[in-house]
């Protein structure tokens, strides 16, 4: 069977440590939905993005056990990985719609609507102290944060999502959306063990989204 193209780790902090481990397969269009689920479910990651055709941005995401419309993580790994090898991409066709984005040599941002995001509950905690202390609930799908600085916008969150078959997301570009959306305003968020997410609502309905990126293989 056919290995895995690129592993990314998307979100890493500002020395290139961490992240959240993004599988990715390339030249996908002949595959169907379940033989890509089925692949995804074999590498275990917390999402894996299928690239349907380079030279569009069209992809799929896919979690261990579901497909997803859109997702934070693989769009920024993609949008990255795209222009890491050599195409001049500035949109990315997921199932959600239009997906606009603009990428560097140490990562990506996307644009977003909240309303593409999973739907998960935003949990606000008393201190950074609880985060790191907090037991989801069976089935749980909840954002937990809580501010460090509320003054500068710095958040600490760890993300349980699983029934979709992820027990504790590293890092999670769509929930971080919810979260700036809610909130309306620029966030940076330390999630996990050590992953940083940038992320900000813009004038327009959108919300910025972005990080650095490791090509690990």
Same mark, same amino acid.
């Given at each position: 069977?056919?290995p895995v193209d ?16 993004l599988?990715v397969?390339?030249d996908?269009?002949a ?22 055709d380079i030279?569009?941005?069209?992809i799929r995401?896919f979690?261990?056990?579901?497909k ?9 790994g ?12 500035h949109t ?5 719609g239009t997906?606009y984005?603009?990428?560097?040599q140490l !990562?990506? *941002?996307?644009?977003a609507?909240? &309303?593409w #995001?999973?739907?998960i509950? @935003?949990?606000q ?7 790191d ?8 799908h909840?954002y ?6 509320e003054?500068?916008?710095?958040v ?6 699983d029934?979709?078959g ?9 929930a971080a ?5 809610h909130?309306?305003r ?13 992320? !900000?609502? *813009?004038?327009?309905?959108k919300? &910025?989204? #972005?990080?650095d990126?490791k @090509?690990?293989?």
């Amino acid at each position: 069977m056919r290995p895995v193209d690129h592993v990314l780790r998307v979100f890493t902090d500002a020395e290139g440590r961490f992240g959240n481990f993004l599988g990715v397969f390339l030249d996908t269009a002949a595959w169907s939905d379940e033989f890509c689920q089925s692949r995804a479910a074999d590498l275990g990651f917390s999402e894996t993005v299928f690239v349907d055709d380079i030279r569009t941005g069209r992809i799929r995401i896919f979690t261990p056990t579901v497909k997803l419309g859109f997702a934070g993580h693989p769009t920024v790994g993609a949008a990255w990985l795209i222009d890491h090898l050599g195409h001049e991409v500035h949109t990315l066709e997921c199932e959600v719609g239009t997906v606009y984005s603009v990428a560097t040599q140490l !990562g990506a *941002t996307v644009l977003a609507d909240p &309303a593409w #995001s999973p739907p998960i509950d @935003l949990t606000q905690v008393a201190s950074p102290e609880v985060v790191d202390s907090y037991r989801p609930w069976e089935g749980s799908h909840e954002y937990v944060w809580a501010w460090i600085d509320e003054a500068r916008g710095i958040v600490r969150a760890r993300a349980f999502v699983d029934e979709v078959g992820i027990e504790e997301d590293e890092a999670t570009g769509s929930a971080a959306i919810l979260l700036a959306a809610h909130l309306n305003r620029a966030l940076r968020i330390h999630q996990g063990v050590g992953s940083r997410i940038d992320v !900000g609502p *813009t004038h327009t309905s959108k919300v &910025a989204l #972005s990080e650095d990126v490791k @090509l690990d293989r």
